[in-house]
């Protein structure tokens, strides 16, 4: 099961695991990125992904 590193409610609050403080830069960029953009796309859409892929890199 994959774990739930963040969350990001209706009222645009972002809530995150401070295990991540003990992960990889990287990674921790990945999961930031991700729930901060939820602050404009609610969903996991091809906008989203789109948008994802351009703060991070092709690497996604
Ligand atoms: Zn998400």
Not at 3 to 28: I, N, V
Not at 32 to 53: R, S, T
């Amino acid at each position: 099961m994959k774990r739930k590193w963040a969350s990001c409610s209706q009222t645009g609050r972002l809530t995150f695991d401070t295990e991540l403080l003990r992960q990889p830069a990287g990674f921790r960029a990945e999961v930031i990125v991700h729930e901060l953009l939820h602050l404009k796309v609610p969903n996991h859409g091809p906008l989203f992904k789109a948008l994802l892929k351009a703060y991070l890199g092709e690497k996604n």
